[in-house]
Protein backbone atom coordinates (compact mmCIF):
# COMPACT_ATOMS: atom_id res chain seq x y z
CA UNK A 1 0.00 0.00 0.00
CA UNK A 2 1.43 3.57 -0.85
CA UNK A 3 1.69 6.21 1.49
CA UNK A 4 -0.29 9.53 0.77
CA UNK A 5 1.62 12.49 0.57
CA UNK A 6 -0.52 15.93 -0.08
CA UNK A 7 1.55 18.84 -1.51
CA UNK A 8 -0.06 21.95 -0.67
CA UNK A 9 0.68 25.46 -2.94
CA UNK A 10 -1.20 28.99 -2.55
CA UNK A 11 -1.19 30.72 -5.87
CA UNK A 12 -2.16 34.36 -6.01
CA UNK A 13 -2.23 35.66 -9.32
CA UNK A 14 -0.36 32.73 -10.65
CA UNK A 15 -1.72 31.44 -13.68
CA UNK A 16 1.21 30.60 -16.40
CA UNK A 17 3.00 29.00 -13.22
CA UNK A 18 -0.44 26.59 -12.06
CA UNK A 19 -0.09 23.96 -14.80
CA UNK A 20 3.77 24.15 -15.02
CA UNK A 21 3.91 23.51 -11.43
CA UNK A 22 0.97 20.55 -11.47
CA UNK A 23 3.10 18.76 -13.87
CA UNK A 24 6.54 18.98 -12.36
CA UNK A 25 4.76 17.39 -9.40
CA UNK A 26 3.34 14.74 -10.85
CA UNK A 27 7.29 14.18 -12.79
CA UNK A 28 8.21 13.91 -9.36
CA UNK A 29 5.79 11.27 -7.82
CA UNK A 30 6.12 9.29 -10.93
CA UNK A 31 9.58 8.46 -9.86
CA UNK A 32 8.63 7.11 -6.13
CA UNK A 33 7.26 4.16 -6.55
CA UNK A 34 6.22 3.92 -2.87
CA UNK A 35 4.20 7.28 -2.37
CA UNK A 36 0.56 8.50 -3.80
CA UNK A 37 -0.14 12.11 -3.69
CA UNK A 38 -3.30 14.91 -3.31
CA UNK A 39 -2.31 18.12 -4.50
CA UNK A 40 -4.28 20.98 -2.44
CA UNK A 41 -3.98 24.24 -4.57
CA UNK A 42 -5.32 26.84 -2.98
CA UNK A 43 -6.50 30.13 -4.71
CA UNK A 44 -5.70 33.21 -2.26
CA UNK A 45 -8.53 35.21 -4.13
CA UNK A 46 -6.72 35.82 -7.41
CA UNK A 47 -8.13 38.29 -10.16
CA UNK A 48 -6.48 36.63 -13.18
CA UNK A 49 -6.99 33.00 -14.87
CA UNK A 50 -5.92 31.22 -11.98
CA UNK A 51 -8.92 30.04 -10.57
CA UNK A 52 -9.66 28.82 -14.23
CA UNK A 53 -6.31 27.34 -14.61
CA UNK A 54 -7.37 24.77 -10.95
CA UNK A 55 -10.45 23.88 -11.77
CA UNK A 56 -9.05 22.93 -15.16
CA UNK A 57 -6.52 20.97 -13.65
CA UNK A 58 -9.01 19.29 -10.58
CA UNK A 59 -11.59 18.36 -12.83
CA UNK A 60 -9.34 16.09 -14.87
CA UNK A 61 -7.26 14.53 -12.47
CA UNK A 62 -8.81 13.48 -9.05
CA UNK A 63 -5.51 13.80 -7.06
CA UNK A 64 -5.58 17.38 -7.50
CA UNK A 65 -8.50 19.16 -5.23
CA UNK A 66 -9.19 23.69 -5.89
CA UNK A 67 -9.52 25.33 -2.73
CA UNK A 68 -10.75 28.80 -3.28
CA UNK A 69 -10.74 31.35 -0.80
CA UNK A 70 -13.52 33.99 -1.03
CA UNK A 71 -11.18 36.85 -1.12
CA UNK A 72 -7.28 37.28 -0.98
CA UNK A 73 -6.02 36.47 2.51
CA UNK A 74 -2.44 36.13 2.41
CA UNK A 75 0.02 33.32 2.18
CA UNK A 76 0.02 32.37 5.04
CA UNK A 77 -4.26 31.71 5.38
CA UNK A 78 -3.71 29.88 2.02
CA UNK A 79 -1.47 27.32 3.46
CA UNK A 80 -3.18 27.14 6.63
CA UNK A 81 -6.15 26.86 4.29
CA UNK A 82 -4.69 23.84 2.29
CA UNK A 83 -2.86 22.00 5.54
CA UNK A 84 -6.29 21.68 7.37
CA UNK A 85 -7.59 19.75 4.36
CA UNK A 86 -4.80 17.80 3.53
CA UNK A 87 -5.04 14.37 3.95
CA UNK A 88 -1.63 12.55 3.56
CA UNK A 89 0.73 11.33 5.95
CA UNK A 90 3.15 14.13 4.69
CA UNK A 91 2.66 17.16 3.87
CA UNK A 92 4.66 19.70 1.65
CA UNK A 93 4.22 23.03 1.24
CA UNK A 94 5.90 24.92 -1.59
CA UNK A 95 5.52 28.69 -3.49
CA UNK A 96 3.18 28.50 -6.45
CA UNK A 97 5.96 30.30 -8.54
CA UNK A 98 8.14 27.80 -10.02
CA UNK A 99 11.14 29.46 -7.88
CA UNK A 100 10.74 26.18 -5.39
CA UNK A 101 11.11 22.97 -7.42
CA UNK A 102 9.30 19.42 -6.63
CA UNK A 103 12.46 17.81 -7.18
CA UNK A 104 13.42 18.01 -3.55
CA UNK A 105 10.59 15.81 -2.61
CA UNK A 106 12.01 12.05 -2.16
CA UNK A 107 15.28 13.55 0.05
CA UNK A 108 13.46 15.55 1.91
CA UNK A 109 10.74 12.16 2.43
CA UNK A 110 14.20 10.57 2.93
CA UNK A 111 14.74 13.03 5.80
CA UNK A 112 11.36 13.09 7.32
CA UNK A 113 11.60 9.21 7.94
CA UNK A 114 13.76 10.41 11.14
CA UNK A 115 12.81 14.27 11.27
CA UNK A 116 9.10 15.20 12.20
CA UNK A 117 10.25 18.11 9.83
CA UNK A 118 12.64 18.93 7.00
CA UNK A 119 12.69 22.75 5.96
CA UNK A 120 14.53 23.78 2.47
CA UNK A 121 17.13 26.81 2.81
CA UNK A 122 18.23 27.85 -0.56
CA UNK A 123 21.83 26.92 -0.98
CA UNK A 124 22.05 29.28 -4.34
CA UNK A 125 19.25 32.14 -4.38
CA UNK A 126 18.23 33.29 -7.54
CA UNK A 127 16.59 36.57 -5.73
CA UNK A 128 17.72 40.43 -5.90
CA UNK A 129 20.82 41.33 -3.51
CA UNK A 130 18.78 43.22 -1.19
CA UNK A 131 16.25 40.59 -1.21
CA UNK A 132 18.81 38.24 0.31
CA UNK A 133 19.95 40.94 2.30
CA UNK A 134 16.71 41.72 4.08
CA UNK A 135 16.35 37.99 4.53
CA UNK A 136 19.71 37.46 6.04
CA UNK A 137 19.29 40.52 8.89
CA UNK A 138 15.92 38.81 9.22
CA UNK A 139 17.04 35.72 9.98
CA UNK A 140 19.94 36.76 12.07
CA UNK A 141 17.73 38.54 14.16
CA UNK A 142 15.17 35.76 14.71
CA UNK A 143 17.58 33.36 15.79
CA UNK A 144 17.83 35.99 19.07
CA UNK A 145 14.13 36.57 19.79
CA UNK A 146 12.54 32.71 19.25
CA UNK A 147 13.29 29.03 18.79
CA UNK A 148 14.71 28.17 15.34
CA UNK A 149 15.43 25.02 13.76
CA UNK A 150 16.85 26.73 10.12
CA UNK A 151 18.74 29.29 8.62
CA UNK A 152 16.08 30.32 5.83
CA UNK A 153 13.03 30.75 7.21
CA UNK A 154 11.28 32.50 3.94
CA UNK A 155 12.14 29.54 2.10
CA UNK A 156 9.10 28.24 0.75
CA UNK A 157 9.86 24.36 0.25
CA UNK A 158 9.05 22.15 3.56
CA UNK A 159 8.21 19.16 4.46
CA UNK A 160 6.00 17.85 7.84
CA UNK A 161 4.62 15.03 9.44
CA UNK A 162 0.96 15.45 9.07
CA UNK A 163 1.14 15.29 13.66
CA UNK A 164 2.63 18.59 13.08
CA UNK A 165 -0.27 19.86 11.35
CA UNK A 166 -2.69 21.00 14.42
CA UNK A 167 0.19 22.74 15.67
CA UNK A 168 0.76 25.35 13.09
CA UNK A 169 -1.36 28.26 14.10
CA UNK A 170 -3.22 30.64 11.68
CA UNK A 171 -1.72 34.35 11.66
CA UNK A 172 -0.72 36.65 9.09
CA UNK A 173 2.98 35.45 8.63
CA UNK A 174 2.82 32.29 9.81
CA UNK A 175 4.82 30.81 6.97
CA UNK A 176 8.10 32.24 8.18
CA UNK A 177 8.01 30.78 11.71
CA UNK A 178 6.81 27.45 11.13
CA UNK A 179 10.14 26.25 12.53
CA UNK A 180 9.74 28.17 15.52
CA UNK A 181 6.41 26.35 16.02
CA UNK A 182 7.22 23.01 15.53
CA UNK A 183 10.36 23.15 17.72
CA UNK A 184 9.08 24.71 20.45
CA UNK A 185 5.80 21.94 20.50
CA UNK A 186 8.43 19.12 20.78
CA UNK A 187 9.45 18.11 17.11
CA UNK A 188 12.26 17.49 15.68
CA UNK A 189 13.06 19.47 12.39
CA UNK A 190 15.90 19.36 10.40
CA UNK A 191 17.16 21.16 7.01
CA UNK A 192 18.31 20.60 3.98
CA UNK A 193 19.52 22.50 0.70
CA UNK A 194 17.13 22.89 -1.79
CA UNK A 195 16.90 23.97 -5.42
CA UNK A 196 15.69 27.75 -6.55
CA UNK A 197 14.76 29.12 -9.84
CA UNK A 198 14.21 32.91 -10.71
CA UNK A 199 10.58 33.86 -11.10
CA UNK A 200 10.04 33.82 -15.01
CA UNK A 201 6.09 34.36 -14.57
CA UNK A 202 3.87 36.67 -12.79
CA UNK A 203 5.16 39.05 -10.30
CA UNK A 204 6.64 38.84 -6.70
CA UNK A 205 3.68 39.56 -4.09
CA UNK A 206 6.76 40.85 -1.34
CA UNK A 207 8.42 44.28 -0.81
CA UNK A 208 10.30 45.26 2.28
CA UNK A 209 7.20 46.63 3.93
CA UNK A 210 4.79 43.82 3.97
CA UNK A 211 8.43 41.83 4.45
CA UNK A 212 10.90 42.81 6.93
CA UNK A 213 8.82 45.52 8.90
CA UNK A 214 5.92 42.61 9.24
CA UNK A 215 8.16 40.03 10.04
CA UNK A 216 10.12 41.92 12.74
CA UNK A 217 6.85 42.94 14.42
CA UNK A 218 5.72 39.15 14.28
CA UNK A 219 8.84 38.07 16.33
CA UNK A 220 7.21 39.62 19.44
CA UNK A 221 4.05 37.97 18.69
CA UNK A 222 5.77 34.60 18.39
CA UNK A 223 8.26 34.92 21.18
CA UNK A 224 4.78 35.38 22.86
CA UNK A 225 3.09 32.63 21.45
CA UNK A 226 6.31 30.06 22.04
CA UNK A 227 6.50 30.95 25.78
CA UNK A 228 3.13 30.38 26.78
CA UNK A 229 2.01 27.36 24.45
CA UNK A 230 1.08 24.62 25.47
CA UNK A 231 1.28 21.07 24.46
CA UNK A 232 -0.63 18.04 26.37
CA UNK A 233 -1.30 14.18 25.88
CA UNK A 234 -4.22 12.31 26.18
CA UNK A 235 -4.14 8.79 27.89
CA UNK A 236 -4.83 6.10 25.13
CA UNK A 237 -3.82 8.51 22.64
CA UNK A 238 -0.32 8.73 20.63
CA UNK A 239 1.45 11.70 20.66
CA UNK A 240 0.50 15.06 21.86
CA UNK A 241 -1.92 17.81 20.76
N1 LIG B 1 0.92 34.24 -2.28
C1 LIG B 1 -0.38 34.05 -1.86
N2 LIG B 1 -1.07 35.11 -1.35
C2 LIG B 1 -0.51 36.36 -1.23
C3 LIG B 1 0.84 36.53 -1.63
C4 LIG B 1 1.54 35.46 -2.15
O1 LIG B 1 -0.92 32.94 -1.97
O2 LIG B 1 -1.21 37.28 -0.77
C5 LIG B 1 1.65 33.11 -2.87
C6 LIG B 1 2.26 33.39 -4.23
O3 LIG B 1 1.33 33.21 -5.27
C7 LIG B 1 3.40 32.39 -4.28
C8 LIG B 1 3.85 32.33 -2.81
O4 LIG B 1 2.75 32.81 -2.04
O5 LIG B 1 2.95 31.12 -4.68
C9 LIG B 1 5.10 33.15 -2.55
O6 LIG B 1 4.90 34.47 -3.02
P1 LIG B 1 6.02 35.26 -3.85
O7 LIG B 1 6.59 34.38 -4.91
O8 LIG B 1 5.43 36.55 -4.30
O9 LIG B 1 7.10 35.51 -2.72
P2 LIG B 1 8.67 35.73 -2.94
O10 LIG B 1 9.21 34.53 -3.69
O11 LIG B 1 8.79 36.98 -3.73
O12 LIG B 1 9.19 35.79 -1.55
MG1 LIG C 1 8.57 33.70 -5.26
Redesign the pocket.
Known sequence: MKTMVSVV??????EANVPLLAAKIDAVFAGLADYDYECLF?N?GSTDGTRAELDALAGADARIRAVHLAA?R??SA?LVAGIRRARGAYIFIL???L?NDPCDFPKMLALLQEFDCVCGYRAHRQ?SWVRRMSSRIANRTRALFVPTGTRDA?C?SKGFRRACAPHIVAFNGAHRFLDSVLVNAGFTVTECPVTHHP?QHGV???GIHN?LWRGLYDLIGVRWLCKRYVTFEVEGEDGHG
Open positions: VPFYNEVDNGQADGDQDGGRSKYR
